[in-house]
């Protein structure tokens, strides 16, 4: 629909304007914000056992999140994975695995989340974003929301987790190939505090944009990282409400 826009105007400038040097273009700057939201009709057809997930999964026509899956459901390693499962749901082991801390599911009323996991050898990036319909784009990111999976939560309510466990994720942004900056925090805090620390809740995490962090800008693709120690974390979070800052020419 975009490339339609931009060539119907062009055609209607070259007809217009003929002296014109170059067509004029429009600009949009917004906010973006990703809920991962999702209606009756895909939870029950696309959904197994509150998980889907496959090697792509497309938002806003611009948003790609890439995970290792050979299909809708089977072949799963690591990456992303959509989940609509609650806390109050019966869960076992795995369940829990891909099931937010948090009792209600997703943030802010989302009923849809996302789960990520980390694998020894994962895709390039984690989010990309395919801004070719663009004449130019910019993207500065504000951050999201994030929580632990249910079964981390098990796992400090079952006093599993000792003193110097940790599970970080960072988060590393890239214009095409080169690094230009990265931020982490702190899920499950049991090394740099002396009590036990765990965002079993849906918390903000600002990563730039609101916060000033320039270096977080100019990005057109995010990697994700987790670090755990600890025998038996898992190394997995939720994400939510993704929320980048976009200025476009079309």
């Known amino acids: ?33 990703t809920s ?5 009709y895909s939870i029950e057809n696309y959904f197994h056992d509150g998980i889907m997930f496959s090697p792509t999964l497309t938002w806003d026509d611009v948003s790609y999140y890439n995970s290792l899956a050979s299909d809708l459901n089977t072949g799963f390693l690591g990456g992303f994975r959509v989940s609509v499962r ?29 789960v990520f996991t980390q694998f020894p050898v994962m895709p390039d990036f984690s989010i990309a ?17 994030i929580c632990n999976t249910l ?14 466990d940790y599970l970080k994720v960072k988060a590393e ?16 805090d049991y090394a740099t505090v002396t009590e036990l620390k765990m965002e079993n809740e849906w918390t903000g995490w600002t990563m730039a944009g609101e916060s000033g962090n320039s270096a977080l800008s100019g990005f057109d693709s995010v990697k994700l990282i987790v670090e755990s120690s600890g025998d038996g974390i898992d190394p997995a979070f939720c994400l939510d409400n993704y929320c980048v800052h976009m200025s476009v020419e079309y």
């Open 1 to 33: 629909m975009k490339n339609f826009i931009r060539f119907a105007f062009a055609a209607l400038v070259a007809l217009a304007a003929v002296s014109c040097d170059k067509p004029q273009r429009s600009t949009a700057t917004f906010v973006q914000v």
């Open 36 to 40: 991962f939201n999702m209606d009756d």
């Open 86 to 114: 609650k806390a109050s749901d019966e869960a076992t082991t795995e369940q829990a695995k891909v099931t937010s801390a948090d009792p209600l599911g997703g943030s802010q009323g989302s009923n849809g989340y996302m």
């Open 129 to 145: 974003y395919d801004l070719s319909g663009f004449y130019t784009a910019a993207l500065s990111s504000y951050g999201c929301d």
């Open 151 to 164: 079964y981390n939560k098990r796992l400090g309510d079952e006093g599993l987790i000792s003193p110097g």
């Open 173 to 188: 942004f890239y214009r095409g190939t080169a690094l230009i900056g990265s931020i982490e925090k702190y899920l499950i």
